[in-house]
């Protein structure tokens, strides 16, 4: 039927997608480090929320003078948890993949922070509220529009 039908417009369907989450059976790998392989995909997100604190507020909240950095620093350190969690099974083929994972990862990233460094050279800063104020007027997207589609298409693969 779909998830509109769970409460007024599919509200609650994430509620209860959760709720079955949660309560499914908890299955442990025979052969696999656990404590490894339990805790790659927790600090990867963790990763990911430590990307949040960069998003820059006017009023200061919290203003990194690297943020850039600590942008690609933290993109970069999700390849460990991708290595990580494929060896930690203990399979073959999941260290296959976790590994031609990883390849592809870095080699994107080595495209993203060449494509960040040329917005780096216009601005002559790292502060990403320096990004945001120079932006005011003309958009970086427009200004650079070659290196926008190629920064779209190497952060969607």
């Not at 963790?46 to 998003?55: A, H, T």
């Amino acid at each position: 039927k779909g998830p509109n039908k769970v409460g007024i417009m599919g509200i609650l369907q994430p509620f209860s997608d959760a709720i079955k989450l949660f309560s499914k059976e908890q299955i442990f790998p025979n052969y696999s480090n656990y404590v490894s392989y339990y805790m790659s995909p927790i600090i990867g997100f963790i990763l990911s929320l430590m990307l949040w604190m960069l998003i820059p507020y006017y009023f200061n909240l919290i203003s990194f003078n690297l943020g850039i950095l600590f942008f690609l620093c933290c993109t970069s350190l999700g390849v460990y948890t991708v290595m990580i969690s494929g060896w930690s099974s203990n399979s073959n083929y999941s260290l296959l993949g976790g590994l031609r994972a990883v390849a592809q990862t870095i080699s994107y990233e080595v495209s993203l922070a060449l494509i960040m460094l040329s917005s780096i050279l216009m601005i002559m800063d790292f502060n990403l509220l320096k990004f945001l104020i120079y932006q005011e007027m003309v958009w970086f997207f427009f200004l650079m529009l070659p290196l926008s589609l190629c920064w779209m298409s190497s952060s969607m693969a």
